[in-house]
Antibody, heavy 124, light 110 residues
Framework: EVQLEESGGGLVQPGGSLRLSCAAS????????MTWVRQAPGKGMEWVAN????????SYVDSVKGRFTISRDNAKNSLYLQMDSLGAADTAVYYC?????????????????WGQGTTVTVSS | QSALTQPPSASGSPGQSVTISCTGT?????????VSWYQQHPGKAPKLLIY???KRPSGVPNRFSGSKSGNTASLTVSGLQAEDEAEYYC??????????FGGGTKLTVL
């Protein structure tokens, strides 16, 4: 079964750091774009960051630039999100998601497999 | 990187059709044919329904269809069923490998 499983969430004080992990199983992880998306309580989804299949390109939403770092280890079928200088606005459920690949092309704009999410709470 | 605009709610009776809009700008929805739609039931992960404006991944019923005109994309759900009651999100490519999501639309099946 195709599966993504996030871990590493928790309660952290403002200014603190967390490292989220996303473990993939049953998929060809290394050929897909991977994305982190977050959903604050009662809010819609927000794209956070993505990384190309080979790790050569990374992009971030403006609000996390300079604070968050996305990375991947294709040998371990794993995706990561290092989050530093956390603030209350970062409180959310964080999902990792796999970019969809058709027979012809792999997309970074469509995500076909999502994890169940890991909750990050920033509070003193 | 402003969020795309979706109506907060939509509704329809079983068997009817309902259309949900997703409005952006020429820098995202209007500028690229890379709009996707997702369905999310409470407490569940999102499910991809539509990609590249009109295409459906295998396994998604053809009751779900997508379109775009100018800066507005739309998702139409035909033959509404009770299990279609969920939150629906759009997202669009916004250039420079960035994405933007809509605020979500809660679809109620009356």
């Amino acid at each position: 079964e195709v599966q993504l499983e996030e871990s590493g969430g928790g309660l952290v004080q403002p200014g603190g750091s967390l490292r989220l992990s996303c473990a993939a199983s049953g998929i060809t992880f290394s050929k897909h774009w991977m994305t982190w998306v977050r959903q604050a309580p009662g809010k819609g989804m927000e794209w956070v960051a993505n990384i190309k299949a080979d790790g050569s390109e990374k992009s971030y939403v403006d609000s996390v630039k300079g604070r968050f770092t996305i990375s991947r280890d294709n040998a371990k079928n794993s995706l990561y999100l290092q989050m530093d200088s956390l603030g209350a606005a970062d409180t959310a459920v964080y999902y990792c998601a796999r970019g969809y690949c058709s027979d012809v092309i792999c997309y970074m704009s469509a995500m076909d497999v999502w994890g169940q999410g890991t909750t990050v709470t920033v509070s003193s | 990187q402003s969020a795309l605009t979706q109506p907060p709610s939509a509704s329809g009776s079983p068997g009817q059709s309902v259309t949900i809009s997703c409005t952006g700008t020429s820098s995202d929805v209007g500028g690229y044919n890379y709009v996707s739609w997702y369905q999310q039931h409470p407490g569940k992960a999102p499910k991809l329904l539509i990609y590249e404006v009109t295409k459906r991944p295998s396994g998604v019923p053809n009751r779900f269809s997508g379109s775009k005109s100018g800066n507005t994309a739309s998702l139409t759900v035909s033959g509404l069923q009770a299990e279609d009651e969920a939150e629906y999100y759009c997202n669009s490519y916004a250039g420079s490998n960035s994405l933007v999501f809509g605020g979500g639309t809660k679809l109620t099946v009356l």
